[in-house]
């Protein structure tokens, strides 16, 4: 076949390393910059069958998110902007991982398999990070997609959600907004700027919000926002990227693991403050209060927040409408409880990574989903958007109905729904702030987290640990789970997992109790059972 003639002259351009073999992990291969030449060419191949047999736009993003600058990555989008099914990630790491010779057979395994018609035709977005290494590596997915005769656009530096909502865009024939990024920066900041519309009196000090960018392409991308966002939000950026290096000592990853602020933001008492990730998919909230101590307010207060607000205003509405939250172990015990005894939502519990996160929240009306870590989205159903449209619109229900619903519409409106966005969750937030008039101090006050830690485990073999029950308890070795469960009884409020890494070659331990030292010992016991 021609085609295939064109791959196998060019995949010689971008040669695999023997016997090197990647994983398609949680999130995509990652991996030192120098060994993915080949990964992306193939990325690129694979994304034109994946386009071919869904007869949709498909993303791909180089990037590396909260990794040093020295890594690089690479994840397909699939047509709605969700991660791609796993039968493809499986693909992915079969077309990643073929010795040179053994490429093109792969290639057309897959195309039998699937049933893919090759004259069918096929476009692929392309995005990357601001690394280094990021405009060579994607230079090459784009060899692989011109290889196999696919139409690709590249849109050069975009943040994570940017490209998934591009994808998302271009396969609803822009209904869900316009795949640019300008049709990005207007289609979430008209609906902040509405929202805040019902909360007149904000002050300057209330307007004004500390960004870390962690020297990445969220800081690009936020300067880029601003004119559009009409003075609502006056935001004094740090680690904008010049001169800083990506993720280091910054960045939401940061924050969160060290429970401390970033490097480079000059916070004043009391002062709101946010960070991104390297690729603004994560965001966490914090402030040092006039003790000098800091708060954290990660992904679980957030979901606590908006769902919160969610819940008020679907009552409001007289709407019956199911919300539910999603969250991963790693959700805060105080927050769980927070939710379903006080809040009485539904809360469920899903394996880490998002795509488990997503699926689940597909489930409910409206589905909150978040990580401990910041990453997350709220899911609206098609039929839940209809109900509040048409609300928003009905002139014979009363004005208490009618501003709820209006203020829903902004809500779906604000938010990237395609995936956990940095950027789209930090107006939702300093929206929500607004509407409700909650200062963060409040916001922090919803419930108090328990103290927890986290902990790595060097093992031989991490595989030895199998979970289940989203992996909150041990399923293998024998004798491990009994043994966490022992140590667990000896604490008050107290509970713990361990976990095989889906990133790194290593254990998790995390565990959490009524003081951060009966914390910190049980973390340590825990970590002493899995040797
Ligand atoms: C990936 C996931 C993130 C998860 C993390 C866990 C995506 C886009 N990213 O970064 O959600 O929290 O992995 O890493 O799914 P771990 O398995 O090493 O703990
Ligand atoms: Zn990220």
């Given at each position: 076949m021609a085609l295939f003639e064109e791959v196998s002259k060019k995949s010689a351009l971008h040669p695999k390393p023997a016997g090197l073999l990647l994983n398609y992990g949680t999130s995509g291969f990652r991996t030192v910059a120098e060994q993915l030449d080949h990964v992306m060419f193939r990325m690129g191949l694979l994304a034109v069958l994946r386009s071919k047999k869904t007869k949709a736009t498909i993303g791909v993003m180089v990037t590396a998110s909260h990794n040093p600058e020295e890594d690089n990555g690479i994840k397909l989008v699939d047509p709605m902007g969700e991660m791609v099914t796993p039968t493809w990630e499986e693909y992915a790491m079969q077309v990643a991982n073929a010795e040179q010779e053994a490429l093109l057979t792969v290639l057309g395994d897959i195309m039998k398999r699937e049933a893919i018609d090759i004259n069918q035709g096929a476009a692929v977005f392309i995005g990357r990070d601001?690394?280094?290494?990021s405009e060579s590596l994607s230079q090459a997915v784009l060899d692989g997609i011109l290889s196999l005769a696919g139409h690709a656009h590249d849109y050069g530096v975009l943040t994570t959600p940017q490209l998934h909502f591009m994808v998302r865009c271009e396969n609803t024939q822009s209904r869900y907004g316009n795949p640019t990024t300008e049709g990005y920066y207007q289609k979430l900041s008209q609906a902040f700027v509405q929202l805040v519309?019902?909360?007149?009196?904000?002050?300057d000090d209330q307007k004004h919000l500390l960004v870390d960018g962690a020297n990445g392409v969220g800081a690009l991308k936020l300067r880029e926002m601003e004119p559009f966002l009409q003075k609502e939000l006056q935001i004094s950026l740090f680690n904008k990227g010049t001169g800083g290096k990506l993720n280091f000592q910054c960045g939401a990853d940061y924050v969160k693991v060290q429970q401390g602020p970033p490097l480079g933001v000059e916070m004043l008492v009391g002062q709101r403050c946010c960070s991104f990730d390297g690729d603004a998919d994560r965001i966490v909230y914090y402030y040092s209060d006039s003790e000098g101590r800091f708060h954290l307010l990660d992904g679980d207060k957030i979901a606590t927040l908006i769902s919160t607000f969610l819940k008020k205003l679907v009552t409001q509405a007289g709407l019956d409408l199911q919300i539910g939250v999603v969250q991963t172990a790693y959700a805060n015990g105080s927050s769980t409880r927070y939710l379903e005894n006080n809040m009485k939502v539904t809360v469920r519990c899903v394996e880490t990574g998002v795509k488990h996160l997503h699926h689940a929240a597909q489930e409910f009306d409206i589905g909150v989903y978040f990580e401990a870590n910041g990453h997350g989205t709220v899911l609206f159903s098609e039929s839940a958007v209809e109900k509040i449209q048409q609300l928003a619109m009905d002139s014979s229900t009363s004005d208490e109905k009618k501003s709820a619903a209006q203020i829903l519409e902004n809500t779906v409106n604000v938010t990237n729904q395609a995936v956990g966005d940095a950027i789209s969750d930090m107006l939702l937030v300093e929206a929500v702030l607004a509407v409700q008039g909650l200062s963060l101090q409040q916001w922090d006050a919803m419930y108090t987290d328990l103290p927890n830690r986290q902990r790595k485990v060097k093992v031989a073999d991490k595989s030895v640990i199998t979970t289940t029950d989203a992996e909150r308890r041990?399923?293998?070795?024998?004798g491990l789970q009994d043994a966490v469960d022992a140590l667990v009884k000896q604490y008050r409020l107290s509970r713990a997992f361990v976990r095989p890494s889906g990133t790194e070659d290593t254990i998790r331990v995390y565990a959490e109790a009524d003081t951060q030292e009966n914390t910190d010992s049980l973390a340590h016991e825990v970590c002493m059972a899995v040797y």
């Open positions: 601001t690394r280094p290494s519309k019902h909360a007149p009196n904000r002050t041990a399923l293998s070795p024998a």
